[in-house]
């Protein structure tokens, strides 16, 4: 059990590697303005898709060691092979929840008038953001899982039965 928690340690590293070195090549190459932001934002949107091939193979990895089958850092990668479309296509469902919750903050920013909010306003504005995009996401949390288990499923199907297996227990994951 002990070599099979440092594979799911090293995973995480490599995950959060490849996203700060991805972050780390964006952030830089964006210039302020309309313009700038806008490619800031489709950037980090590309970013983000990409990243959800990683997510599926993490959750391959968790999969494989919950059924007693090898566990190994290229289980990370698996996403990249087994179903990257139908990977691609739940992340974007996840990521544009994310956008519709921030919708405020975008617009505020876009607008100018978050330069007008107090920092606590702000913060605390940003902070039911994301408490909304969390509780709308939950029930989206198992699609993943549902993709290596049922890889003959549509994303529909998917994204349907993870709102059934999560009918009920959004409570107990959040406290």
Avoid: W
Wanted: with cysteine; glycine share 6%.
């Amino acid at each position: 059990m002990l070599g099979n928690l440092s594979v799911c340690v090293k995973a995480s590293i490599i995950t959060l590697f490849v996203f700060l070195t991805l972050v780390m090549i964006v952030v830089p190459a964006v210039h302020t303005g309309f313009f700038g932001v806008a490619l800031y934002e489709l950037s980090m949107t590309l970013v983000q898709l990409f990243m959800g091939l990683f997510i599926s193979g993490s959750a391959f990895l968790y999969l494989n060691l919950i059924y007693g089958k090898e566990v190994a850092v290229k289980n990370l990668f698996a996403g990249f092979t087994t179903q990257p479309d139908k990977a691609i296509k739940l992340q974007l469902i996840l990521l544009a929840i994310d956008l519709v919750c921030a919708s405020p903050l975008l617009l505020l920013d876009f607008t100018g008038y978050a330069n007008r909010l107090s920092d606590f306003s702000f913060y605390l504005l940003m902070l039911a953001c994301e408490l909304l995009s969390l509780l709308c996401k939950l029930g989206l949390s198992q699609v993943f899982f549902l993709l290596h288990d049922f890889p003959e499923r549509s994303v529909k199907e998917i994204v349907q039965a993870s709102f059934r297996l999560m009918k009920g227990q959004k409570s107990v994951c959040l406290f």
